[in-house]
């Protein structure tokens, strides 16, 4: 678990602290100002990689570089561990091009989990990528498993043309055959996913695509009736089933690897995901942090779990108002301020809906008005309490007024009263 992480003459500002709750982290603000980074950093500060540096096929994830490069930059986090909290510090040295390692065993946060925003998955498992040891130097570990999304589905490939992983499709019909473990986990984690109570995401029977596909497809049972290949389900379905399968498959792989080792599983792990929101229905982005939240418990009862999430949605914010807890969780918001950008540990106050958390300071609008509507609002507001406004000006305005608002806008009681009062529209 992550606890503190510090960064100095890096990314968009010149610097950033983070003091992280030890459940639920949320990460807002506009698009460019650093949270998709932020996340990078924190992978990096857990794990010493960087996920584009493990796996070439990804186009984020990049090496962090200094801002100024005639200064010194830093990276420093502080993560509770088995025994103590340990304390990391790193530099960027220019000639290599590379970030400073402490030599020796490095912290063990736990198992890291990074979901990133265009479908890639990256973890870190302390039982499969920890640390050679002095006696296996010469047959390394991989530092991390890193999927580009095409991967996630097909597999993952070392460099030595072994399978690291087998990928969704191939393990979820294995899975399915052999009706064990991993399976009920799935179901229940889908399940668990899924939009709602009538719109289940429950498996269907295997099946072919393609003549030249030998692999049995798996297919999801749709509201509608069909059972549809999960390769021709909606973007939303493949974002929330390739999530689920990640899950599933690398806590499987960490039981395995605990198993062969004979060590108890980790009890800790960090969950990092990008854009949460992703190619979700409104209704989903409501449900998605609370599920995903009660899927880690599905997967791994009574074991502790951290989440960091960056996200643009309103909907994810007013989903955790009745969860939020500001002794375990806490909310980073990122601002442009005077040409700097600026992170704020804001209180996380309830909004009550949507439309509030739109121009909260998470989001910074002026309205949930469409553009149009925001300006003849601002004038017809203006107009309401202007003593020189005349009967002509206000149809004109009255009629504006129709071309932008609802029948049911609130405003118009406003307007309607102020205007009969002065007799503008008769
Ligand atoms: N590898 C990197 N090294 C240094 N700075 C980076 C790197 N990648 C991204 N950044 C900084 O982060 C900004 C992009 O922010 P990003 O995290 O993608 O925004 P968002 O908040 O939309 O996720 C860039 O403009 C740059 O300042
Ligand atoms: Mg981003």
């Given at each position: 678990m992550i606890m503190?992480?510090?960064?100095?003459?890096?990314?968009?500002?010149?610097?950033?602290?983070?003091?992280?709750?030890?459940?639920?982290?949320l990460l807002t603000g506009d698009n460019g100002l650093g949270k998709s980074?932020?996340?990078?950093?924190?992978?990096?500060?857990?794990?010493?990689?960087w996920p584009a540096e493990v796996n070439p096929r990804l186009t984020a994830g990049k090496t962090a570089l200094p801002t100024d490069k005639k200064q010194p930059a830093i990276i420093k986090a502080r993560f509770s561990a088995a025994s103590k909290p340990i304390d990391s510090k790193s530099d960027f040295k220019p000639r290599e091009q590379t970030w400073s390692i402490k030599a020796g065993r490095p912290a063990n946060p736990g198992l890291i989990f990074y979901a990133m925003a265009d479908g890639s998955f990256?973890?870190?498992?302390?039982?499969?990528?920890?640390?050679?040891?002095?006696?296996?130097?010469?047959?390394?570990?991989?530092?991390?498993?890193?999927?580009?999304?095409?991967?996630?589905?097909?597999?993952l490939e070392n460099s030595d043309g072994t399978w690291l992983c087998n990928g969704l499709i191939r393990d979820w019909a294995g899975w399915q055959k052999e009706r064990g473990q991993a399976f009920a986990s799935l179901e229940a984690v889908l399940a668990v996913l899924s939009p709602s109570g009538e719109e289940k995401l429950v498996p269907g029977k295997l099946t072919r695509i393609s003549l030249d596909d030998v692999r049995d497809m798996p297919t999801l049972r749709m509201p509608y009736?069909?059972?549809?290949?999960?390769?021709?389900?909606?973007?939303?379905?493949?974002?929330?089933?390739?999530?689920a399968y990640f899950l599933v498959w690398c806590w499987e792989e960490h039981l395995k690897a605990r198993e062969l080792t004979g060590e108890d599983p980790e009890c800790r792990a960090v969950f990092l995901i990008d854009e949460?929101?992703?190619?979700?229905?409104?209704?989903?982005?409501?449900?998605?942090i609370p599920a995903l939240m009660q899927v880690m418990e599905t997967l791994r009862p009574g074991r502790e779990m951290q989440l960091i999430v960056a996200t643009h949605s309103p909907l994810i914010m007013a989903s955790v108002e009745t969860l939020f807890d500001a002794a375990k969780d806490a909310w980073f918001d990122l601002d442009l301020s005077d040409g700097n950008v600026l992170l704020t540990q804001r209180p996380f106050l309830r909004q009550g809906n949507v439309s509030n958390w739109l121009t909260s300071e998470a989001f910074d609008l002026p309205s949930g008005y469409s553009q149009e509507a925001e300006k003849v609002l601002e004038e017809a507001t203006q107009a309401l309490s202007n003593e020189s406004f005349?009967?002509?000006?206000?149809?004109?305005?009255?009629?504006?007024?129709?071309?932008?608002?609802?029948?049911?806008?609130?405003?118009?009681?406003?307007?309607?009263?102020?205007?009969?009062?002065?007799?503008?529209?008769?």
């Open positions: 503190h992480l510090g960064i100095a003459n890096v990314g968009p500002a010149p610097g950033m602290e983070l003091d992280f709750g030890s459940r639920l982290n980074f932020l996340l990078d950093i924190l992978w990096w500060a857990m794990t010493r990689t990256a973890v870190w498992d302390p039982a499969r990528n920890y640390w050679k040891s002095k006696r296996e130097e010469g047959k390394a570990r991989p530092p991390a498993y890193v999927f580009s999304p095409e991967e996630v589905w097909n597999g009736g069909q059972e549809v290949p999960v390769l021709h389900a909606s973007s939303g379905m493949r974002r929330i089933i390739s999530l949460a929101e992703a190619h979700l229905h409104p209704k989903w982005q409501r449900t998605v005349g009967p002509e000006d206000a149809q004109k305005l009255d009629q504006q007024l129709r071309g932008v608002l609802s029948d049911t806008d609130p405003f118009w009681i406003r307007w309607r009263f102020v205007a009969e009062k002065k007799g503008w529209l008769s």
